[in-house]
C-alpha cells in the first residue's frame, strides 16, 4: 500500500461532498418530523466564513427542502462549513443534531483536509491526568476533560503523539499492563485507545495526516527495541512495519519530504548515544541509515531528554538544550547551522520540561513557569531573516510542561 501523500482530485472532492450531503438529508428528514411537532425546534443564525462572507443559515423553519442550509445549495452550504475555523464547530455541533453528525463523524474534517484546510492546536500536559490545548490563531487556552485513569497511570512514564483528530497518550495501569487512552478532538471524550502489537515506552513517534509511526523504545521487559508500527486513523489499528536497522531508544522522529525519519537515541547497550539516524520509504518500505546526521547527540547527557527536533516547511530544526541554542540542518553537506538562541527566560532540565514543536508553518517553544511562575508558548516563522521569537500567549504556572504534541485538522 502506498502510504505516501497524493494531491485530491475533484472526483474524491465531489464523492466526499455528496456523502456529506446525503447524510445531512437523511437526519434532516428525521429533524424536520421533530420540528413540525415542536416549533420551537427553529433556529436562525449567522455565520461569518474565512472570506467574510455573511451566510444566513435557517433550520427548521417549515422545511419544504432536504438541503443542509436553507435557501443556499448544498455544496455551498457544506463549503460554508469547511471554511469556519474549527473553534466554532463546539457551538455549531450544539444547533442541531445535522451539524452535529456532520462534524462528529469526522468526514468534515477528511473533507477540509482533502482541500489543504488544516489548522493546528497546541495539546500540553503538566501532569498525566489533566490535558490542556492552545489555539494559536486566536490565542485561545482550552482544558480538555480529564482521563479517568488510577495512580500507577499518573505516576508512569507516558508517551504521546497527535494524529488526525485524535489524541493517543500510553502508559501503564495498575496491573503494570499497557493502557492508551484516547482523546477525540471530535466528541470531546477519552476513551480506551487499540494498543501496540509491541506495547512499548520511551519509543520516537511522528503523525502524517491520518497515519502515525512508532519506532524503537523499551518493551515492557525493558529489552530496546528496533520494531516500527504504522497507526491508521481510520481502522484505529496498528500494523507491524519493517524493523530499523539499529535498535534505539529516546529518539525522536518527524516527516519529511513524503519520508519518516528517526534521529539520535540511545543504542541497544544504554550506553552509546547514536549520532546516526535512519529513513524510511513509505513506498519502498524499506530503510536507509543515515550515519552522522546527528552528531550533536554525542554531546547529551545519559539522562537527558529525547532530541527535541521539529521540521517546518521540510526543513528540519533542532533545539540544543546543552548549548540553549536553536540549529538547522542543511541537507546538501549533511550539517547543522546555529540559527539563534531559546526564548528568554526558558530553561529546561536537561532537555526535559519543555515543548519544541512544528506547529503548521511556526516553529513553537512551550517553556515555565519561569520565574514570575508563567508559562509562555513562543513562536517563529522561518524565513531568511534572523530568528525572532514572538509570545503567543501566557498562562499561570506552577508546573514544567511534562508532554507536548500538536495536532493538525
Not at 280 to 285: C, H, I, N, S
Request: glycine fraction near 8%.
Amino acid at each position: 500500500m502506498d502510504l505516501s501523500r497524493k494531491k485530491p482530485k475533484l472526483e474524491e472532492k465531489q464523492s466526499m461532498s455528496k456523502q456529506l450531503g446525503n447524510q445531512a438529508r437523511d437526519l434532516k428528514e428525521e429533524e424536520e418530523k421533530k420540528n413540525k411537532e415542536d416549533p420551537k425546534n427553529a433556529i436562525s443564525f449567522h455565520v461569518h466564513s474565512k472570506d467574510n462572507r455573511n451566510c444566513k443559515l435557517r433550520v427548521g423553519v417549515n422545511p419544504d427542502s432536504s438541503l443542509l442550509i436553507r435557501q443556499l445549495d448544498q455544496d455551498i452550504a457544506i463549503h460554508c462549513l469547511l471554511l469556519l475555523s474549527r473553534s466554532d464547530y463546539g457551538s455549531i455541533a450544539t444547533l442541531n443534531k445535522t451539524f452535529q453528525s456532520l462534524i462528529r463523524t469526522g468526514q468534515l474534517y477528511q473533507l477540509r483536509r482533502k482541500m489543504g484546510i488544516v489548522e493546528h492546536w497546541i495539546y500540553f500536559s503538566r501532569d498525566s491526568f489533566q490535558w490542556e490545548a492552545f489555539d494559536p490563531n486566536r490565542g485561545r487556552w482550552m482544558n480538555l476533560p480529564g482521563i479517568t485513569c488510577d495512580a500507577s497511570f499518573m505516576l508512569s512514564y507516558n508517551d504521546s503523539l497527535a494524529v488526525g483528530t485524535e489524541l493517543l497518550v500510553f502508559g501503564t495501569n495498575n496491573s503494570m499492563a499497557p493502557i492508551i487512552y484516547k482523546y477525540s478532538h471530535l466528541t470531546n471524550t477519552w476513551s480506551i485507545g487499540s494498543m501496540l502489537n509491541t506495547p512499548r515506552c520511551l519509543f520516537g513517534s511522528a503523525s502524517l495526516g491520518e497515519i502515525a509511526i512508532v519506532v524503537g523504545g523499551l518493551d515492557l521487559r525493558g529489552n530496546i527495541l528496533s520494531s516500527a508500527e504504522l497507526y491508521n486513523l481510520d481502522t484505529e489499528k496498528w500494523e507491524t512495519l519493517p524493523s530499523m536497522k539499529k535498535a534505539r531508544h529516546k529518539c525522536s522522529a518527524v516527516f519529511m519530504d513524503g519520508k519518516f525519519y528517526v534521529i539520535g537515541g540511545m543504542s541497544d547497550d544504554n550506553i552509546t548515544h547514536l549520532t546516526c539516524g535512519e529513513e524510511f520509504d513509505l513506498k519502498t518500505r524499506e530503510w536507509r541509515e543515515m550515519p552522522n546526521i546527528f552528531p550533536i547527540g554525542s554531546t547529551l547527557p545519559s539522562f537527558g531528554s529525547p532530541p527535541l527536533i521539529a521540521v517546518v516547511k521540510n526543513v528540519l530544526y533542532v533545539a540544543d538544550y546543552a548549548q540553549q541554542e536553536v540549529k538547522k540542518y542543511v541537507k546538501e553537506n549533511n550539517s547543522w547551522v546555529t540559527i539563534g538562541r531559546f526564548p528568554e527566560q526558558v530553561s529546561s532540565m536537561n532537555g526535559w520540561g519543555v515543548g519544541f514543536r512544528a506547529c503548521g508553518d511556526m516553529l513553537v517553544f512551550l517553556g515555565g513557569p519561569d520565574r514570575g511562575r508563567m508559562m509562555k508558548i513562543n513562536a517563529w516563522v522561518p524565513n531568511d531573516g534572523a530568528l525572532q521569537w514572538n509570545l503567543l500567549g501566557t498562562k499561570e504556572s506552577w508546573s514544567f510542561v511534562h508532554y507536548c504534541t500538536v495536532m493538525g485538522c
